[in-house]
């Protein structure tokens, strides 16, 4: 059974700090996928990485792939109260068309 | 267009009612997936349909039944759900990831259950 962990579970930081969240896993996934969660909606694709070492940048968001392809971490640079929310991992295998959800990182930026 | 829309946003419903939850994109996507979502946990999935054809279904109890008319649309018919069933049940839809074998999934807005 393939397991992501993600950590910190929460993080509540004040207005423009920076923080970072990872998701490790034992096992290789094909890509692996962020999501970003408000209460009561659907999440929300931010980003796929599908190479081993693979950094992607979305505006203050920044996302690595780890070389192994186990592992992936989310930086926020200068957070802002609007980055609040649940943050998810999913790892996908190969060929196979489900996810494996991480545990998720609730995040709270403080104004 | 990345949108995956979902109807109802909310249904309230009693322990012998039957009632049906509706999917819809418009990406050409030939994957589709039904999730529950219990709060503060990650999604959980129930089913997947590939190329129109159930693909995987989780050992999900029968009182869920999901259907899917044609490539672009979804159902999940729902009938004697216990007041456990009460969740944001998610629906998505995927695509190959250019170049791999990998799938990106996307997701609707959700509708929330509630059991009375």
């Known amino acids: 059974t393939q397991l992501l962990e993600q950590s910190p579970q929460f993080l509540s930081i004040q207005e423009g700090e920076n923080l970072t969240v990872y998701c490790n896993s034992s096992?290789?996934?094909?890509?692996l996928q962020w999501y970003r969660q408000e209460p009561g909606e659907g999440p929300v694709l931010l980003v796929t990485?599908?190479?081993?070492?693979e950094v992607k940048k979305l505006k203050r968001l920044t996302f690595q792939f780890g070389d192994a392809r186990k592992d992936s971490s989310l930086h926020i640079t200068a957070a802002q109260p609007g980055d609040t929310g649940l943050y998810l991992c999913?790892?996908?295998?190969?060929?196979?068309?489900?996810?494996?959800f991480g545990t998720g990182t609730r995040l709270t930026i403080i104004p | 267009d990345t949108e995956v829309t979902q109807t109802p946003k909310h249904l309230v419903m009693g322990m012998t009612n039957k009632k049906s939850l509706k999917c819809e994109q418009h990406?050409?996507?030939?994957?589709m997936y039904w999730y529950k979502q219990k709060a503060k946990k990650p999604p959980e999935l129930m089913f997947v349909?590939?190329?129109?054809?159930?693909?995987i279904n989780e050992s999900v109890p029968s009182r869920f039944s999901p259907e899917c008319p044609n490539s672009s649309l979804l159902n999940l018919h729902l009938h004697a759900l216990q007041p456990e069933d009460s969740a944001l049940y998610l629906c998505?839809?995927?695509?190959?990831?250019?170049?791999?074998?990998?799938?990106?999934?996307?997701f609707g807005p959700g509708t929330r259950l509630t059991v009375t």
């Open positions: 998505a839809s995927s695509r190959l990831f250019p170049g791999t074998g990998s799938y990106e999934q996307y």
């Open positions: 096992s290789v996934f094909s890509s």
């Open positions: 990485v599908v190479t081993g070492g």
């Open positions: 999913a790892g996908a295998g190969f060929g196979n068309e489900k996810l494996t």
């Open positions: 990406m050409g996507h030939r994957a």
């Open positions: 349909y590939s190329y129109e054809k159930l693909s």
